[in-house]
C-alpha cells in the first residue's frame, strides 16, 4: 500500500527554492537517507548551495573531513560531541551509543581529541565542533569530563584558528562562564540556539553567532522567536541539524540540508523582513564565521 504524504517516514516535499542561495551552517549527511550526492544536489535545488558537516566522533569527524575534500560545498567541522567524551572516559555499558564500550579514562580521551586535532589541521575543516556542554543525557559523573573536553576544543579552535561550534543542551550559564573563563575563539557559533532573548543580548555583545533550525517555526516557541529577534542580523545563521529537527510544519518527518527554505522564511516573517534580505545576510554571515 503507498505511503500518505504524511507519514512520518515520507520525506517531506521540495520546498519553492529561494532566490538568494544560502548554507546550511549544521547537517549530518551520514545520519541522513541516500547518498551525500543525492543530498547535496536536492539541496541546491532550492538554492541551499553550502553546508558545514558536522562529525560528533573520531569516524564521524573522519568522514565530514573526507566528505569536503570531496565536495567544494562541504565544509568540514570535527569534534568530540559533549556526550561522546564521557562515553569514551567512563565507558557505555548499557550501549545507548550502540557499541558498548568499556571504561577508557583519560588515556582513551587524550588519544581521540588527539585525532580530532589532527583532522583540525586539515584546511578542508573549517571548525571545531559541536562541542560544549549538554546536561541533558549524561548525569553528573560526566560534567567535569564534558568541560574539559570543550575546554581543550576552545584551545584548539584557537590554535588552528577555526570557528567553535557549540553544543549548549540545558546548560547555557555553565556553557557562556566556561567560554568567558578560556576565551572565546574570534569566530564563536551556537548551533541550534535554545536560549532567551536575554541570553542572545549576551551573545551578541560578544559577537557571536547564534545559528537558528527547525524550533524557531514551532508555535509554541515564541521565546525563541524572541531571540532571533534580539539577535543583529550580522550574527544570524540558519541550520537544519539534520536529519534532526525538522521545520513545521513537517515536524516529526525526516530532515534534510533541502527544507532550509522552510526555516528562512519563517525567520524572514518573524524578522519583517523580505526572504531575499534575510538569505543575503545569512549567506554572508556564514561565509564569514566559518572563513570561507
Given at each position: 500500500?503507498?505511503?500518505?504524504?504524511?507519514?512520518?517516514?515520507?520525506?517531506?516535499?521540495?520546498?519553492?527554492?529561494?532566490?538568494?542561495?544560502?548554507?546550511?551552517?549544521?547537517?549530518?549527511?551520514?545520519?541522513?537517507?541516500?547518498?551525500?550526492?543525492?543530498?547535496?544536489?536536492?539541496?541546491?535545488?532550492?538554492?541551499?548551495?553550502?553546508?558545514?558537516?558536522?562529525?560528533?566522533?573520531?569516524?564521524?569527524?573522519?568522514?565530514?573531513?573526507?566528505?569536503?575534500?570531496?565536495?567544494?560545498?562541504?565544509?568540514?567541522?570535527?569534534?568530540?560531541?559533549?556526550?561522546?567524551?564521557?562515553?569514551?572516559?567512563?565507558?557505555?555499558?548499557?550501549?545507548?551509543?550502540?557499541?558498548?564500550?568499556?571504561?577508557?579514562?583519560?588515556?582513551?580521551?587524550?588519544?581521540?581529541?588527539?585525532?580530532?586535532?589532527?583532522?583540525?589541521?586539515?584546511?578542508?575543516?573549517?571548525?571545531?565542533?559541536?562541542?560544549?556542554?549538554?546536561?541533558?543525557?549524561?548525569?553528573?559523573?560526566?560534567?567535569?569530563?564534558?568541560?574539559?573536553?570543550f575546554r581543550r576544543h576552545?584551545?584548539?579552535?584557537?590554535?588552528?584558528?577555526?570557528?567553535?561550534?557549540?553544543?549548549?543542551?540545558?546548560a547555557h550559564e555553565d556553557?557562556?562562564?566556561?567560554?568567558?573563563?578560556?576565551?572565546?575563539?574570534?569566530?564563536?557559533?551556537?548551533?541550534?540556539?535554545?536560549?532567551?532573548?536575554?541570553?542572545?543580548?549576551?551573545?551578541?555583545?560578544?559577537?557571536?553567532?547564534?545559528?537558528?533550525?527547525?524550533?524557531?517555526?514551532?508555535?509554541?516557541?515564541?521565546?525563541?522567536?524572541?531571540?532571533?529577534?534580539?539577535?543583529?542580523?550580522?550574527?544570524?545563521?540558519?541550520?537544519?541539524?539534520?536529519?534532526?529537527?525538522?521545520?513545521?510544519?513537517?515536524?516529526?518527518?525526516?530532515?534534510?540540508?533541502?527544507?532550509?527554505?522552510?526555516?528562512?522564511?519563517s525567520m524572514a516573517a518573524?524578522?519583517?523582513?523580505?526572504?531575499?534580505?534575510?538569505?543575503?545576510?545569512?549567506?554572508?554571515?556564514?561565509?564569514?564565521?566559518?572563513?570561507?
Amino acid at each position: 500500500m503507498p505511503k500518505k504524504d504524511d507519514d512520518r517516514s515520507t520525506p517531506p516535499p521540495l520546498p519553492e527554492p529561494l532566490a538568494v542561495a544560502v548554507a546550511d551552517s549544521h547537517t549530518h549527511l551520514d545520519m541522513q537517507s541516500g547518498t551525500p550526492e543525492e543530498g547535496l544536489a536536492r539541496a541546491a535545488s532550492v538554492g541551499v548551495t553550502t553546508v558545514v558537516q558536522v562529525g560528533c566522533d573520531v569516524p564521524g569527524s573522519r568522514w565530514a573531513a573526507e566528505l569536503a575534500a570531496r565536495f567544494e560545498q562541504v565544509h568540514a567541522a570535527v569534534a568530540l560531541h559533549p556526550n561522546e567524551a564521557p562515553r569514551i572516559y567512563l565507558g557505555d555499558p548499557d550501549g545507548w551509543s550502540g557499541q558498548q564500550r568499556p571504561a577508557g579514562g583519560a588515556a582513551a580521551l587524550d588519544a581521540a581529541l588527539a585525532e580530532i586535532d589532527a583532522l583540525a589541521a586539515l584546511p578542508q575543516v573549517r571548525a571545531v565542533g559541536e562541542t560544549g556542554l549538554d546536561y541533558f543525557r549524561t548525569g553528573p559523573e560526566g560534567v567535569e569530563i564534558q568541560k574539559e573536553s570543550f575546554r581543550r576544543h576552545v584551545e584548539m579552535a584557537k590554535r588552528h584558528d577555526k570557528a567553535l561550534v557549540i553544543h549548549d543542551r540545558d546548560a547555557h550559564e555553565d556553557v557562556i562562564a566556561l567560554l568567558l573563563e578560556e576565551g572565546a575563539p574570534e569566530r564563536t557559533v551556537f548551533h541550534c540556539y535554545s536560549g532567551d532573548a536575554e541570553m542572545a543580548k549576551v551573545c551578541a555583545e560578544h559577537g557571536w553567532y547564534l545559528s537558528f533550525a527547525g524550533p524557531v517555526t514551532f508555535k509554541a516557541n515564541q521565546p525563541l522567536r524572541d531571540a532571533l529577534i534580539a539577535t543583529p542580523l550580522d550574527r544570524v545563521l540558519v541550520e537544519t541539524d539534520a536529519p534532526f529537527l525538522t521545520p513545521h510544519p513537517y515536524r516529526g518527518r525526516p530532515n534534510a540540508p533541502y527544507l532550509i527554505p522552510v526555516t528562512v522564511r519563517s525567520m524572514a516573517a518573524t524578522l519583517g523582513l523580505h526572504e531575499d534580505e534575510l538569505s543575503a545576510a545569512v549567506a554572508a554571515n556564514t561565509a564569514r564565521a566559518f572563513g570561507y
